[in-house]
């Protein structure tokens, strides 16, 4: 258990619409990462916050959006769905910023979606 | 090709031998990690290399860097059932705020 959850694990739903992924932390962690997995593509680096604020950006779509809430829990809202958004949706967190760039992350379990 | 690319994509091999991955990348980077995903579930820090580093041992891992030849290789020795998973480098981009993970290599270690 690497300390960090995601909700939901499964979601299922039609194109066109629009859902939201939820990540706690470890606690302690400052940083938290989201990445998208899927067969194809690999696992793709979408967004970083760190400690409220965005600290760097990968292959993020427009209509994907995240933010860092002031308790560090973070989401990721995925709207006008297609069907090629089906993928794992995954969670990271570390410590922060120190001096190494990229620091050890603990993922989470993920969360499967699925759009039909 | 991406940054960083795993190989081989797949590797299928006896309990007891030895497994080698490499990865390679293409521009400078600040340090490389390996990561160990089980079917379907996060993703697993197995160790961090820093760009000045040539070589790191964790257990039954040893990891080597050359950052002339912009490649990393990731040993597995004496390889057990357990070590069944996918093998994932990472890197972050010198000058760049990208973290860049590779397509990974799917190890089976076959009883």
């Known amino acids: 258990d690497s300390g960090v959850t995601q909700t939901p694990k499964h979601l299922i739903t039609a194109t066109g619409q629009r859902v939201t992924l939820r990540c706690s932390p470890r606690?302690?962690?400052?940083?938290v990462y989201w990445y998208q997995q899927s067969l194809d593509q690999g696992l793709q680096f979408l967004i970083q916050y760190y400690n409220g604020e965005e600290r760097a950006k990968g292959n993020i779509l427009e209509r994907f959006s995240a933010q860092q809430f002031p308790d560090l829990h973070s989401e990721l809202n995925l709207s006008s769905l297609e069907l090629g958004d089906s993928a794992l949706y995954f969670c990271a967190s570390s410590v922060g910023l120190g001096g190494d760039r990229l620091e050890t992350q603990y993922f989470g379990p993920g969360t499967r979606l699925l759009v039909l | 090709s991406q940054q960083g690319e795993e190989d081989p994509q797949a590797l299928s091999i006896q309990e007891g031998e030895n497994a080698t991955m490499n990865c390679s990348y293409k521009t400078s980077i600040n340090n490389l990690q390996w990561y160990r995903q089980n079917s379907g579930r996060g993703l697993v820090h197995l160790i961090l290399i820093r760009s000045n580093e040539r070589e790191k041992h964790s257990g039954r891992l040893r990891v080597t860097l050359d950052t002339s030849k912009k490649s990393s290789s990731l040993l597995i020795t004496a390889s057990r059932a357990a070590d069944t998973a996918s093998y994932f480098c990472a890197t972050d981009v010198a000058r760049d705020d990208k973290i860049i993970f590779g397509k990974g290599t799917r190890l089976h270690i076959l009883p």
């Open positions: 606690s302690g962690d400052l940083s």
